[in-house]
């Protein structure tokens, strides 16, 4: 029912934290959430919450008592389910299942082509979907690139069009007001058959940003209070920059970034029960007090929203995969792969964001196809080990003996297929690497973009719902 590749941690798993220290940050956001509440910039969000017992001063400072947050708990979904656009149920979120893909709006892309740095167009969010639609362990697909030659207030419907013409996987997608939400809502209902099924089988989900975790805007909240009215799936991500919108300590910027998920959270289900809501699964990201940069792969925050969520049982949106170098150097194999890695041994669930690099300004194309061997990596060395007669070879080791070899066998022949392969590292030996071009990771990558835009065919969709779709763009244009 469900794709053979998808990686499940039952026989084990690391956690961060212990669940002690989960319950003592769960009690000091909640904590924060009765004692210092939160602003909300929607005044149907604070009728909501007053109704339902909380505090609310100064208009919107809304204080919300443990109980409520306890019973919006109760009420969430523990797993929520994506389709692909066919109706096939392909990303089951749950427990410690893992999920990987891209990210959104780069304003720069690494052109692997010329290895220049330049502003991404349109062109380039439909090269990045064709070639996520091809990469087996690209899970879902998000708009990658924010393109510099498209009206910018329109950018959001021009990447959904993109989005659902050029991949079959589920999508998942931002934009920059409400407005834009509801039009790429709407076109995704056309390609769905109607509203009913989009929400029965939903193939997209919304990824709503809030300014600080204690300060929820306008924007954020009528999304979420169209989202969860609608049944829709969409993860709702405070922000929570340590040393700046937080605490510069990991539990102080996290237990209070686990709150201003948790003050969403309530609001949607008073809205709509059962609405699924996504809490963060990446810590809160760190400025950096030497460069004023914010780093995207520090270790610092790794693992401990993780634990929150798993904790809480509720579904999370992660983030791994990306890198704070400007290039596709060895900084960004590494960092790629340490993230790639400890989110999928903690057991994070939608991991976004492959394929980042310069800190989340940039992105590429040849870093994606990096990061997706990886996961080939990642994911056998997480396979349960068979343990069996046939595995053991407990006979083939006494009958070849101290003194033979086994490359003539026909248990050898049977299992050598069983090993992985890299499609993208090298394992040639020097003459062979050279006699190959000599090429490096980042060129070889550079050359298997090339070969699968050029053989990949993504599934289309009808000309009628492409008309459909292209209908809510052309109304908006100047």
């Keep these: 029912m469900y794709p053979d590749n998808i990686l499940e941690l039952n026989h084990s798993h690391f956690n961060r934290l212990t669940e002690e220290q989960c319950s003592r940050m769960f009690a000091a956001s909640l904590e924060i959430l009765e004692r210092t509440g939160v602003r909300l910039f929607c005044q149907e969000a604070v009728d909501l919450l007053s109704k339902a017992g909380a505090r609310v001063s100064d208009d919107n400072r809304v204080r919300i008592p443990s109980k409520l947050v306890e019973w919006a708990i109760s009420k969430a979904p523990k797993q929520v389910t994506l389709y692909n656009r066919n109706g096939r149920p392909v990303m089951p979120v749950a427990g410690r299942r893992s999920f990987f893909g891209t990210g959104s709006d780069c304003l720069n892309i690494i052109d692997h082509r010329t290895w220049k740095r330049r502003q991404p167009v349109l062109d380039d969010v439909v090269a990045g979907t064709i070639l996520c639609d091809a990469l087996e362990n690209i899970d879902f697909v998000m708009s990658m690139f924010l393109p510099a030659d498209v009206d910018k207030e329109l950018a959001d419907r021009y990447q959904m069009e993109v989005l659902l013409n050029h991949?079959?996987?589920?999508?998942?997608?931002?934009?920059?007001?409400?407005?834009?939400?509801?039009?790429?809502?709407?076109?995704?209902?056309?390609?769905?058959?109607?509203?009913?099924?989009?929400?029965?089988?939903?193939?997209?989900?919304?990824?709503?940003?809030?300014?600080?975790?204690?300060?929820?805007?306008?924007?954020?909240?009528?999304?979420?209070?169209?989202?969860?009215?609608?049944?829709?799936?969409?993860?709702?991500?405070?922000?929570?920059?340590?040393?700046?919108?937080?605490?510069?300590?990991?539990?102080?910027?996290?237990?209070?970034?686990?709150?201003?998920?948790?003050?969403?959270?309530?609001?949607?289900?008073?809205?709509?029960?059962?609405?699924?809501?996504?809490?963060?699964?990446?810590?809160?990201?760190?400025?950096?007090?030497?460069?004023?940069?914010?780093?995207?792969?520090?270790?610092?925050?790794?693992?401990?929203?993780?634990?929150?969520?798993?904790?809480?049982?509720?579904?999370?949106?992660?983030?791994?995969?990306?890198?704070?170098?400007?290039?596709?150097?060895?900084?960004a194999g590494i960092e790629a792969a340490l993230t790639l890695l400890f989110d999928a041994v903690t057991g994070s669930q939608i991991v976004h964001d492959i394929g980042y690099l310069e800190s989340g300004m940039t992105g590429s194309l040849a870093q994606i196809v990096i990061c997706d061997e990886i996961l080939t990596w990642i994911k056998r060395a997480l396979r349960p080990v068979e343990i069996s007669d046939e595995t053991l070879a407990l006979d083939l080791i006494d009958q070849v003996g101290p003194d033979g070899q086994y490359l003539n066998t026909e248990h050898t022949l049977q299992h050598f297929r069983e090993q992985w392969h890299p499609q993208l590292f090298d394992r040639d030996n020097y003459q062979g690497w050279e006699k190959k071009g000599s090429l490096t990771l980042a060129e070889r990558a550079a050359q298997r973009v090339e070969e699968m835009l050029s053989s990949h065919k993504p599934e289309p969709l009808s000309d009628p719902v492409q008309q459909q779709i292209r209908s809510h763009v052309l109304k908006l244009q100047k």
């Design 167 to 331: 991949t079959t996987k589920p999508i998942v997608f931002v934009t920059y007001e409400v407005s834009g939400c509801v039009d790429n809502i709407e076109m995704a209902e056309a390609v769905a058959g109607s509203p009913q099924a989009l929400r029965e089988k939903p193939f997209v989900a919304c990824y709503v940003n809030v300014t600080t975790a204690l300060r929820h805007n306008q924007d954020a909240l009528e999304k979420l209070l169209y989202l969860s009215g609608k049944g829709l799936p969409f993860f709702y991500i405070p922000g929570a920059m340590a040393g700046a919108a937080g605490p510069v300590t990991v539990a102080g910027s996290n237990a209070m970034r686990i709150a201003g998920a948790l003050a969403g959270l309530v609001i949607a289900q008073l809205n709509h029960e059962g609405a699924p809501v996504f809490i963060p699964g990446w810590g809160a990201l760190a400025l950096d007090m030497r460069t004023t940069v914010m780093s995207y792969t520090g270790p610092d925050h790794h693992g401990v929203t993780q634990a929150i969520a798993h904790h809480l049982n509720l579904p999370m949106f992660a983030k791994a995969g990306a890198s704070d170098s400007k290039l596709i150097d060895q900084q």
